[in-house]
C-alpha cells in the first residue's frame, strides 16, 4: 500500500531536489519502483547521488546474489556515470571501489555470471565508449574478477566487451592496447581465444595492424592459447606472419589444428 505513496513522493523530489537518496528508490524491488528510475534516469536523480552513495549501490550489488534490485540499480549506475558531472576523479574512486565479484555468484561446481550482469557489462562499456577518458578504468572493473567462472560464462563476457567496444567510433591504437592488457590474462583467455576473431574483425585496418603488433609482443605460450584458426584465416598474409614470426607453434599449450593451419599455409606460400 506504501508503494504508491513512494512512488508519488520521490517523483516530486526528484524533480526540484538535488538531493536524491537513490538508495532509498532501489531498496524497494517493486515495478512502480522501477519504472520511477527509468523514468528520472535521464534527469536530476541520475546526477543527483555522490560517489560515496554509487559506491554504496556497488556493495549492495555485491551481496544481491538473487538478483533482486540489481537490474535497477546497475540501470542507474550506467546513468550516474554518463551523467555529464562526472569527473575522472570520481571513476578512480568508483574503480578502486568496485566488488571484484560483483557480476559473479558462486555455484556448486564453479563461478556463473549473476543475472542481469552482462547488462550491466554492455552499460559500462556503452560509458566507455561515450567517455573515452573513462575506458581504462572501466575495463578494470570489468575484468577484476581473478577467479575461474566457468568457461561458458567466461567466454559470454569476453564476447560482450568485445562486440559492444567495437560498435560506434572505431577503437584507437592505445585503446586496443589498453583492452587486451585487461583480457589477455586469466581467467579470460579463453574467452579472448573464443572472440579474437570478431573482435579483429570489428576493427579498422589500422586497428587490425594494432592488435597483431600486440599479439606478436606477447610470450610464445600465452599467445598459442589466444591465438584461434578463425582468427589467423581474418588476417592478411603480412599480419599472419608477424604472428607466426614469435613461434606460435613452440607454444606448450598451442591447439595442434592452429598448428596444422600454420604448417599447411606455410607449404602453400600463403605465409
Known amino acids: 500500500d506504501v508503494i504508491p505513496e513512494l512512488v508519488s513522493h520521490c517523483s516530486s523530489v526528484a524533480k526540484s531536489a ?6 532509498l528508490v532501489l531498496k524497494v524491488a517493486h515495478p512502480a519502483v522501477m519504472k520511477l528510475v527509468k ?11 555522490t560517489v560515496e552513495q554509487a559506491t554504496q549501490i556497488l556493495r549492495d550489488m555485491k551481496y544481491d546474489n538473487a538478483c533482486v ?3 535497477a540499480q ?3 549506475l550506467g546513468q550516474w556515470l554518463l551523467h555529464s558531472d562526472r ?17 559473479w555468484k558462486a555455484t556448486s561446481s564453479s563461478y556463473e555470471l549473476k543475472n542481469d550482469a552482462l547488462h550491466f557489462v554492455s552499460s559500462l562499456v556503452h560509458v566507455a565508449k561515450q567517455r573515452p577518458p573513462f575506458l581504462t578504468l572501466l575495463l578494470k572493473c570489468i575484468f577484476k574478477f581473478d577467479y575461474s567462472g566457468s568457461d561458458i560464462a567466461v567466454k559470454s563476457l569476453v564476447g560482450t566487451v568485445f562486440k559492444d567496444v567495437t560498435k560506434g567510433t572505431p577503437l ?13 590474462r586469466n581467467p579470460y583467455i579463453v574467452g579472448v581465444h573464443a572472440h579474437l576473431a570478431s573482435l579483429s ?5 589500422e586497428g587490425k595492424e594494432t592488435l597483431t603488433v600486440w599479439l606478436g609482443s606477447c610470450d610464445a605460450d600465452t599467445l598459442s592459447r589466444v591465438v584461434s584458426i578463425e582468427f589467423l584465416q581474418s588476417l592478411g598474409a603480412t599480419n599472419r606472419a608477424t604472428i607466426v614470426a614469435q613461434a606460435l607453434t613452440r607454444g606448450r599449450n598451442c591447439d595442434p589444428k592452429v598448428v596444422a593451419f600454420i604448417k599447411e599455409a ?6
Not at 523514468?39 to 547521488?49: E, F, K, V
Open 266 to 271: 606455410v607449404a602453400n606460400g600463403d605465409i
Open 74 to 76: 546497475a540501470m542507474a
Open 18 to 23: 538535488s538531493d536524491i537518496k537513490l538508495l
Open 87 to 103: 569527473t575522472i576523479e570520481e571513476l578512480a574512486i568508483f574503480s578502486d571501489s568496485f566488488p571484484a565479484y560483483i557480476l
Open 39 to 49: 523514468d528520472l534516469r535521464n534527469g536530476p536523480l541520475a546526477g543527483a547521488i
Open 201 to 205: 574483425d570489428g576493427c579498422t585496418q
Open 172 to 184: 584507437k591504437a592505445e585503446e586496443i592496447k589498453v583492452l587486451m592488457c585487461h583480457a589477455v
Open 69 to 71: 534490485c540489481f537490474s
